[in-house]
C-alpha cells in the first residue's frame, strides 16, 4: 500500500512540476507579400465568405457545414463551421477593424475540444507590394498546455498559415 501512494504522490508532483514548466500562451504568424495595393488585398481580407477562397482548411473539407451571420467585412460578422475530422466545429468572429491596416477575430473551436483564440490579418506597404502578416494567439489551459511541452503550435498551424497565404497571394495576383 506504502509503494501505491509513492507511486501516486510521484506522479502529482510530476505533473505539478510540468504544469509549472508548460507554456502558457502561444502566437504562431506568418507573412508574404503580394503585388497588389494594399487597399485592394485589405479588402478582400476583410471578408469571412472570400476566405474559404484561400483557407487551407477548406480545401481539407470542402464539403464542410458553412453558415455566415452579420454583415461580411464588418465587425459581429461571423462565419460558422462544422467539418470533419480535419477542420472540426467552431466559429469566427471579426472583433475588431483598423480600416486599410487590421482585421481582428475571435476563433471559438468547439471540437475536438473546446478553446478560444486571437486571430489577425495585417497588411502593410512595403517595396511596391503589400506585406500580409496572419496571426494566431491564445492561452494555454492545463492539461493542454502540458502537452504543449511535446508539440509546437507554431509547427501543428504555421504550415497551414504558409499554405493559405500562399493560395492567397496566387489568387489575388491572377
Do not use: A, H
Given at each position: 500500500m506504502t509503494i501505491v501512494l509513492y507511486i501516486l504522490a510521484g506522479i502529482i508532483v510530476l505533473l505539478l512540476v510540468l504544469a509549472l514548466l508548460a507554456p502558457k500562451t502561444y502566437d504562431v504568424?506568418?507573412?508574404?507579400?503580394?503585388?497588389?495595393?494594399?487597399?485592394e488585398v485589405f479588402e478582400y481580407l476583410k471578408s469571412l465568405k472570400k476566405m474559404d477562397e484561400w483557407s487551407p482548411w477548406a480545401k481539407k473539407d470542402p464539403n464542410m457545414e458553412k453558415k455566415f451571420t452579420g454583415t461580411d467585412g464588418e465587425v459581429g460578422a461571423m462565419s460558422y463551421w462544422n467539418g470533419n475530422k480535419e477542420v472540426g466545429e467552431g466559429e469566427q468572429e471579426i472583433t475588431k477593424i483598423v480600416e486599410g491596416e487590421r482585421v481582428e477575430s475571435e476563433l471559438r473551436f468547439l471540437k475536438p475540444w473546446k478553446s478560444t483564440s486571437d486571430?489577425?490579418?495585417?497588411?502593410?506597404?512595403?517595396?511596391?507590394k503589400t506585406k500580409v502578416t496572419w496571426g494566431f494567439s491564445g492561452k494555454t489551459k492545463f492539461p493542454m498546455s502540458i502537452m504543449m511541452l511535446f508539440m509546437s503550435m507554431d509547427k501543428m498551424v504555421g504550415k497551414d498559415f504558409e499554405e493559405g497565404l500562399a493560395t492567397l497571394k496566387s489568387n489575388l495576383e491572377k
Open positions: 504568424s506568418r507573412s508574404i507579400k503580394i503585388s497588389k495595393p494594399k487597399e486571430c489577425y490579418m495585417e497588411v502593410k506597404d512595403g517595396d511596391g
